[in-house]
Protein backbone atom coordinates (compact mmCIF):
# COMPACT_ATOMS: atom_id res chain seq x y z
CA UNK A 1 0.00 0.00 0.00
CA UNK A 2 1.59 3.45 -1.31
CA UNK A 3 0.81 6.32 0.73
CA UNK A 4 0.86 10.48 -0.31
CA UNK A 5 3.35 12.33 1.10
CA UNK A 6 3.46 13.59 4.36
CA UNK A 7 2.24 17.11 4.67
CA UNK A 8 4.43 19.55 5.58
CA UNK A 9 5.55 20.00 9.89
CA UNK A 10 4.90 23.40 10.89
CA UNK A 11 7.41 23.46 13.58
CA UNK A 12 9.92 20.13 13.72
CA UNK A 13 9.30 17.96 16.33
CA UNK A 14 11.67 14.34 18.14
CA UNK A 15 10.30 11.13 17.61
CA UNK A 16 7.07 10.61 20.23
CA UNK A 17 6.35 7.65 21.88
CA UNK A 18 2.96 6.35 22.61
CA UNK A 19 2.38 4.54 25.97
CA UNK A 20 -0.50 1.61 26.08
CA UNK A 21 -1.46 1.61 29.75
CA UNK A 22 -4.00 -1.06 30.85
CA UNK A 23 -5.65 -2.14 34.49
CA UNK A 24 -3.73 -5.36 34.51
CA UNK A 25 -2.31 -7.58 31.53
CA UNK A 26 -5.81 -9.21 30.85
CA UNK A 27 -7.80 -5.94 30.94
CA UNK A 28 -9.24 -4.97 27.30
CA UNK A 29 -8.83 -1.49 28.38
CA UNK A 30 -6.75 1.19 28.98
CA UNK A 31 -5.31 4.62 28.27
CA UNK A 32 -2.94 5.79 25.15
CA UNK A 33 -0.71 8.39 26.78
CA UNK A 34 1.03 11.03 24.96
CA UNK A 35 2.68 14.29 26.49
CA UNK A 36 -0.46 15.32 28.58
CA UNK A 37 -2.91 13.16 26.53
CA UNK A 38 -4.17 10.05 28.88
CA UNK A 39 -7.15 8.51 25.82
CA UNK A 40 -9.31 6.18 26.83
CA UNK A 41 -8.63 3.35 24.34
CA UNK A 42 -10.25 -0.80 23.60
CA UNK A 43 -7.36 -3.58 23.24
CA UNK A 44 -7.57 -7.24 22.46
CA UNK A 45 -9.75 -9.49 24.18
CA UNK A 46 -6.85 -10.84 25.00
CA UNK A 47 -5.17 -8.61 26.89
CA UNK A 48 -1.50 -7.27 26.20
CA UNK A 49 0.96 -10.09 25.89
CA UNK A 50 3.32 -12.00 23.41
CA UNK A 51 1.30 -12.59 20.67
CA UNK A 52 0.74 -16.24 20.31
CA UNK A 53 -0.50 -16.16 16.74
CA UNK A 54 -3.07 -15.46 14.15
CA UNK A 55 -6.33 -14.80 15.76
CA UNK A 56 -5.95 -15.04 18.96
CA UNK A 57 -7.31 -11.49 20.32
CA UNK A 58 -3.67 -10.56 22.09
CA UNK A 59 -2.50 -6.95 21.65
CA UNK A 60 1.00 -7.72 21.08
CA UNK A 61 4.09 -5.92 23.36
CA UNK A 62 6.95 -4.13 22.06
CA UNK A 63 7.25 -1.72 20.26
CA UNK A 64 5.47 -0.43 16.81
CA UNK A 65 5.95 2.21 14.50
CA UNK A 66 2.81 4.03 12.85
CA UNK A 67 3.25 3.59 9.16
CA UNK A 68 0.72 5.59 7.84
CA UNK A 69 -3.00 6.25 8.36
CA UNK A 70 -6.26 5.16 6.21
CA UNK A 71 -9.13 7.17 6.14
CA UNK A 72 -12.66 6.90 4.90
CA UNK A 73 -13.24 10.38 2.41
CA UNK A 74 -16.71 9.60 1.98
CA UNK A 75 -17.19 9.98 5.90
CA UNK A 76 -14.70 12.39 7.59
CA UNK A 77 -12.04 15.13 5.92
CA UNK A 78 -8.21 14.04 5.08
CA UNK A 79 -7.09 13.95 9.53
CA UNK A 80 -4.47 16.08 9.44
CA UNK A 81 -1.20 14.66 10.68
CA UNK A 82 2.49 14.48 10.04
CA UNK A 83 1.76 10.45 8.78
CA UNK A 84 1.31 9.83 5.30
CA UNK A 85 -2.11 9.42 4.64
CA UNK A 86 -4.19 8.08 2.20
CA UNK A 87 -7.86 7.56 1.29
CA UNK A 88 -9.38 4.06 1.61
CA UNK A 89 -10.68 2.57 -1.43
CA UNK A 90 -13.44 0.01 -1.87
CA UNK A 91 -11.67 -2.66 -3.12
CA UNK A 92 -8.62 -2.26 -0.64
CA UNK A 93 -8.41 -5.81 2.07
CA UNK A 94 -5.75 -7.13 4.07
CA UNK A 95 -4.73 -10.34 4.05
CA UNK A 96 -4.48 -12.35 6.43
CA UNK A 97 -3.66 -16.01 5.45
CA UNK A 98 -1.22 -17.39 7.25
CA UNK A 99 0.10 -19.39 3.86
CA UNK A 100 -0.31 -16.76 1.62
CA UNK A 101 2.63 -14.61 -0.01
CA UNK A 102 0.99 -11.19 0.72
CA UNK A 103 -0.25 -12.65 4.44
CA UNK A 104 -0.19 -9.37 6.51
CA UNK A 105 0.17 -6.89 4.05
CA UNK A 106 -2.61 -4.92 1.55
CA UNK A 107 -4.45 -6.32 -1.00
CA UNK A 108 -6.95 -5.41 -3.64
CA UNK A 109 -10.54 -7.14 -3.47
CA UNK A 110 -11.27 -9.43 -4.81
CA UNK A 111 -8.30 -11.69 -3.23
CA UNK A 112 -8.64 -15.32 -2.94
CA UNK A 113 -7.23 -16.02 0.48
CA UNK A 114 -9.04 -14.68 3.00
CA UNK A 115 -8.59 -11.41 4.02
CA UNK A 116 -10.24 -8.34 6.13
CA UNK A 117 -11.97 -5.69 3.78
CA UNK A 118 -11.16 -2.67 5.05
CA UNK A 119 -14.22 -0.19 3.62
CA UNK A 120 -16.77 -1.56 6.18
CA UNK A 121 -20.09 -1.02 6.43
CA UNK A 122 -19.61 0.17 10.45
CA UNK A 123 -17.46 3.17 11.42
CA UNK A 124 -14.72 1.03 12.88
CA UNK A 125 -12.48 1.68 10.25
CA UNK A 126 -13.39 5.18 9.27
CA UNK A 127 -9.87 6.04 10.76
CA UNK A 128 -6.85 3.09 10.63
CA UNK A 129 -3.43 4.01 11.82
CA UNK A 130 -1.11 1.37 10.26
CA UNK A 131 0.99 0.15 12.89
CA UNK A 132 4.53 -1.92 11.76
CA UNK A 133 3.72 -4.94 14.08
CA UNK A 134 5.03 -8.48 12.22
CA UNK A 135 5.78 -6.41 8.68
CA UNK A 136 8.99 -6.25 8.52
CA UNK A 137 10.63 -9.10 8.57
CA UNK A 138 6.98 -10.97 8.77
CA UNK A 139 6.87 -14.03 10.36
CA UNK A 140 3.64 -16.04 8.56
CA UNK A 141 1.24 -16.93 11.52
CA UNK A 142 2.29 -14.71 13.92
CA UNK A 143 -0.52 -12.06 13.81
CA UNK A 144 -1.52 -9.79 11.02
CA UNK A 145 -3.35 -6.55 10.88
CA UNK A 146 -2.48 -4.83 13.99
CA UNK A 147 -4.29 -1.40 13.69
CA UNK A 148 -5.21 2.09 15.50
CA UNK A 149 -8.99 2.38 14.68
CA UNK A 150 -12.15 3.66 15.96
CA UNK A 151 -13.71 2.05 18.98
CA UNK A 152 -17.26 0.71 19.54
CA UNK A 153 -19.03 1.99 21.88
CA UNK A 154 -18.41 1.50 25.53
CA UNK A 155 -14.93 0.36 24.55
CA UNK A 156 -15.71 -3.20 23.62
CA UNK A 157 -12.47 -5.75 22.86
CA UNK A 158 -10.72 -5.73 19.92
CA UNK A 159 -9.26 -8.50 17.77
CA UNK A 160 -6.23 -7.52 19.03
CA UNK A 161 -5.93 -3.69 17.62
CA UNK A 162 -5.85 0.05 19.51
CA UNK A 163 -9.31 1.33 19.57
CA UNK A 164 -9.82 5.02 20.24
CA UNK A 165 -13.22 7.02 19.91
CA UNK A 166 -13.13 9.46 16.81
CA UNK A 167 -12.66 12.47 19.09
CA UNK A 168 -9.42 11.28 20.48
CA UNK A 169 -7.87 9.40 17.05
CA UNK A 170 -8.57 13.27 15.48
CA UNK A 171 -6.75 15.15 18.21
CA UNK A 172 -3.79 12.12 18.42
CA UNK A 173 -3.08 12.16 14.58
CA UNK A 174 -2.98 15.95 15.18
CA UNK A 175 0.30 15.62 17.28
CA UNK A 176 1.97 12.21 15.27
CA UNK A 177 5.07 12.51 12.45
CA UNK A 178 7.28 9.98 10.80
CA UNK A 179 9.26 8.02 13.42
CA UNK A 180 6.79 7.90 15.99
CA UNK A 181 5.46 4.54 17.67
CA UNK A 182 3.23 2.70 19.92
CA UNK A 183 4.41 0.90 23.23
CA UNK A 184 2.88 -1.95 24.43
CA UNK A 185 4.36 -3.04 27.40
Given at each position: ??????????????????????????????????????????????????????????????T??????????????????????R????????????????????VRL?????????????????????????????????????????????????????????????K??????????????
Amino acid sequence: MTFAAPQPARKTQGVRQLILRGLSRAASQGKLCVGSLALPCAIGRGGRLPKRGEGDGITPVGTWAIRGVLYRADRLRRPQTRLPVRAIRRDDGWCDAPGDRNYNRAVRLPYGASHERLWRGGHLYDVVGILGYNDIPRSLGRGSAIFMHLARSGYKPTQGCIALSRADMVKLLRCLGPGDRVVVS
